[in-house]
C-alpha cells in the first residue's frame, strides 16, 4: 500500500501540490499576523474547549482553506482520471480496483492531515515567536496544554474527512467542479454564520458529516469491480 501511495505521489506530482500548500501557510501567517492585534484577550468556546481569539483564528482559517484544498486535490488525483479516461488503464492493471481507490483516497487524506497539522504548527509557532510584537499572551497560545494538542490534532483529521464528502458527488457526476464546489459549501456551512446561527464547533454536526461522509464512500466504491466505469 506504502508504495502504491508513493506512486501516486510520484504520478500526482506532489511537489506543486507542496508549494501551494507552503504557499496557503504563508498567506494564512500573514494574514493573521496582520489581524491578531485586535484579538486581545477574548475567548471563544469554539471546538473542543476555550480558546482565545487568536487560536481560534488560527483554527478556522487553517481548517477552511484545507477543507477547499483536500477537495481540489481530490479532484486533481480522482475526477480527472475518470473525465480524461486515464483511470481505465489504471484499472487494467492486475491490482484490485478497491485498492487502487484506498490508495488514491488514503494519499489524498494522509497528505491533507499532516500538511493542515504542519501548517497550524509553522503559524502557532511564528506567532508565539512574535507575541510581544503582536501584544499576545502566553495564554493566547497555549503551547503546554494538552487540550490544545488534542483539540488539534482532531480537529485535523476530522475536517479532512468531511472534505470527502464531495468525491461520492464527483464520481458519480465524474465532474470535478462538483467535488470543489461540494467542499467549499462543506466549508461554508461549518464555519459560516447565518443571522447568529452558525453550526461552527457543533459536535453532532461534524460527527454526522463523518458518518455520512464514510457512508456514501463506501456505496460509492463497493461495487467498483463491476461497475461500467464508462
Known amino acids: 500500500m506504502l508504495k502504491l501511495i508513493r506512486l501516486e505521489y ?22 493573521l499576523i496582520m489581524t491578531a492585534g485586535d484579538a486581545g484577550a477574548d475567548t471563544t ?27 481540489v486535490m481530490l479532484a486533481v488525483f480522482i475526477i480527472e482520471e475518470y473525465e480524461k ?6 484499472f487494467s492493471y492486475p491490482i484490485n480496483r ?12 494522509f497528505f491533507n ?10 503559524i502557532y509557532g511564528i506567532l508565539y515567536i512574535l507575541s510581544d510584537f503582536l501584544h499576545l499572551s502566553t495564554n493566547d497560545i497555549p503551547l503546554s496544554s494538552l487540550m490544545f494538542w488534542l483539540d488539534m490534532l482532531l480537529s485535523s483529521v476530522i475536517m479532512i474527512s468531511i472534505a470527502y464528502i464531495g468525491l461520492p458527488l464527483g464520481l458519480k457526476t465524474k ?20 443571522n ?22 463506501f456505496l460509492s466504491i463497493s461495487n467498483i469491480e463491476t461497475k461500467d466505469i464508462l
Do not use: P, Q
Open 85 to 90: 479516461g486515464t483511470i481505465n488503464l489504471m
Open 10 to 31: 510520484e504520478k500526482g506530482n506532489i511537489t506543486k501540490h507542496i508549494r501551494n500548500a507552503a504557499i496557503m501557510t504563508l498567506v494564512l501567517l500573514l494574514f
Open 113 to 122: 492531515v499532516s500538511s493542515l497539522v504542519l501548517s497550524k504548527l509553522f
Open 175 to 194: 465532474s470535478s467542479k462538483v467535488t470543489v464546489v461540494t467542499a467549499a459549501l462543506i466549508a461554508c456551512f461549518s464555519y459560516g454564520n447565518i
Open 196 to 217: 447568529g446561527y452558525t453550526l461552527l464547533g457543533n459536535i453532532y454536526y461534524y460527527a454526522f458529516l463523518v458518518i455520512l461522509t464514510a457512508l456514501l464512500l
Open 45 to 71: 468556546s469554539m471546538g473542543f474547549y476555550k480558546k482565545s481569539i487568536i487560536n481560534a483564528a488560527v483554527e478556522l482559517y487553517s481548517n477552511m482553506s484545507y477543507i477547499v484544498f483536500t477537495g
Open 98 to 109: 478497491k485498492k487502487i481507490m484506498l490508495t488514491k483516497i488514503g494519499a489524498v487524506w
